[in-house]
């Protein structure tokens, strides 16, 4: 059974910096695309945050978080990071570090429906 634990949330101010951490186990995780979905309050659906293929070869970030967010993974360690900097207020979210069995070296999907496996979320909260 494949888990994903998140870590790292909390309440920062406007222009501050975090670095949310998801752990993965019961897995081959180097074999699975990662990425990183929010939710805010109101809105049904997740959105896509950033994702990192297989080998970190290649990177995809949302427009909202380009050139703030750095989305890493250390395979030897089954962790996947997001590093996020020069936070605003309407990154207010639940973070979800989510996994995708069908990942490969080039690529990795940006669609929340090609995630296989979810973390429990993680709160960030950002403070004008």
């Known amino acids: 059974q494949v888990q994903l634990v998140e870590s790292g949330g909390g309440l920062v101010q406007a222009g501050g910096s975090l670095t949310l951490s998801c752990a993965a186990s019961?897995?081959?995780?180097?074999?699975?695309?990662m990425a990183w979905f929010r939710q805010t309050p109101g809105k049904e659906e997740r959105e896509f945050v950033a994702?990192?293929?297989?080998?970190?070869?290649?990177?995809y970030y949302a427009d909202s978080v380009k050139g703030r967010f750095t989305i890493s993974r250390d395979n030897a360690k089954n962790t996947v990071h997001l590093q996020m900097n020069s936070l605003k207020p309407e990154d207010t979210a639940v973070y979800y570090c989510a996994a995708d069995r069908q990942g490969n070296d080039f690529y990795a999907s940006t669609q929340i429906l090609d995630y296989d496996y979810w973390g429990q979320g993680t709160q960030v909260t950002v403070s004008s």
């Open positions: 019961g897995c081959t995780f180097s074999n699975y695309a």
């Open positions: 994702a990192i293929s297989t080998t970190s070869m290649s990177t």
